[in-house]
């Protein structure tokens, strides 16, 4: 069983920097791709960004691109988002999710694991 467990969410202005990681236990990390995904107020969940097992494929929503960065540190089992010139429609809680495959996936429903989420409110 997989276990994961988001940190770093906080409040913060437009314009603002947040970097949230991801733990993730239980099982070989290296063998799991991770996602992020995340959940505005009244809307669905999301995607947002994903990485395969060796950080060599990403993938990111066309709403973050440029402004977020995907990573992964296989050693410490943690995988991390990095959020950039965030803006007040980040507003969200994030979440990150992990499937056992090579590559991630823009479709939550293709990933098993899931973490309980980390909120991110952007002012303007």
Request: neutral net charge; proline residues 2%.
């Amino acid at each position: 069983q997989v276990q994961l467990e988001e940190s770093g969410g906080g409040l913060l202005q437009a314009g603002g920097s947040l970097k949230l990681s991801c733990a993730h236990s239980g099982r070989t990390f290296s063998a799991y791709s991770m996602g992020w995904f995340r959940q505005g107020p009244g809307t669905e969940r999301e995607f947002v960004a994903s990485i395969g097992v060796r950080d060599d494929y990403t993938e990111y929503a066309d709403s973050v691109k440029g402004r977020f960065t995907v990573s992964r540190d296989n050693a410490k089992s943690t995988g991390y988002l990095q959020m950039n010139n965030l803006k007040p429609e980040d507003t969200a809680v994030y979440y990150c999710a992990s499937r056992w495959a090579d590559r991630g996936s823009v479709y939550r429903e293709e990933y098993r694991y899931w973490g309980r989420g980390t909120q991110v409110t952007v002012s303007s």
